[in-house]
């Protein structure tokens, strides 16, 4: 399984590990100081955050706080360069739109997280609270004890807290994961 987040705007002011200086909404949701030692050590093995400064980065690397927009052109080598060379059955694609552009998983493997919201029984995009369901989303499986192989049990992990629905991927299209919130 490779979890791939997006960095977050706000950090903290000192360096250390990229986990404790991304200090975001999602950061703070997937709430990686209330994970066992067992379920970090999954995290820290499975999650590869996409950094405007560092390219790819794991939660443990040490880095430097910074403020930067990602040149895609510019990073695209350095991420694919690190991401091409994980060997893995899953990848849970929780990045913006911004960041996917650096580097395009493949697709028959890949699940993009999405969030939406319902009102009035209809479907609606969100934005505001995508980061923060996306960070609990990462929390969960990575509290699932669980090691999802493939996007059917992605599904089954995940709607154990949240509303969600599976579509289908193709051979161009990544698998999508619905979750609502």
């Given at each position: ?20 200086v ?18 970090r050590r ?6 590869a955050?996409?950094s ?14 910074y ?5 895609n052109?510019?990073?695209?080598a ?9 060997e ?12 996917q ?19 009035e029984g209809?479907?609606?995009?969100i ?10 989303v990462?929390?969960?499986i990575?509290?699932s004890?669980k ?5 059917l ?10 509303e ?11 698998w ?6």
């Open positions: 399984m490779l979890i791939l987040l997006p960095p977050s705007e706000k950090k903290s002011e000192r360096p250390g590990p990229a986990i404790q991304y200090t975001g909404v999602l950061y703070a949701a997937l709430g990686w100081e209330q994970l066992t030692a067992d379920q999954k995290g820290a093995e499975s999650i955050i996409i405007a400064k560092y390219g790819v980065v794991r939660p443990l690397d040490p880095i430097e706080p403020k930067e927009k990602i040149d052109r510019k990073m695209a350095r991420v694919a360069q690190v991401l091409d060379g994980i893995s059955e899953l990848i849970i694609d929780c990045r913006s739109s911004t960041y552009t650096v580097w395009q998983s493949p697709a028959d493997i890949t699940v993009e997280i999405k969030v939406f919201t319902k009102i209809v479907k609606k995009v934005t505001h609270m995508s980061k923060k369901t996306r960070g609990e990462t929390h969960h990575l509290r004890g090691v999802p192989a493939n996007p049990e992605l599904e089954a992990i995940v709607s154990q807290k949240f969600c629905h599976l579509l289908e991927g193709s051979k161009k299209e990544p999508v994961l619905e979750v609502y919130c």
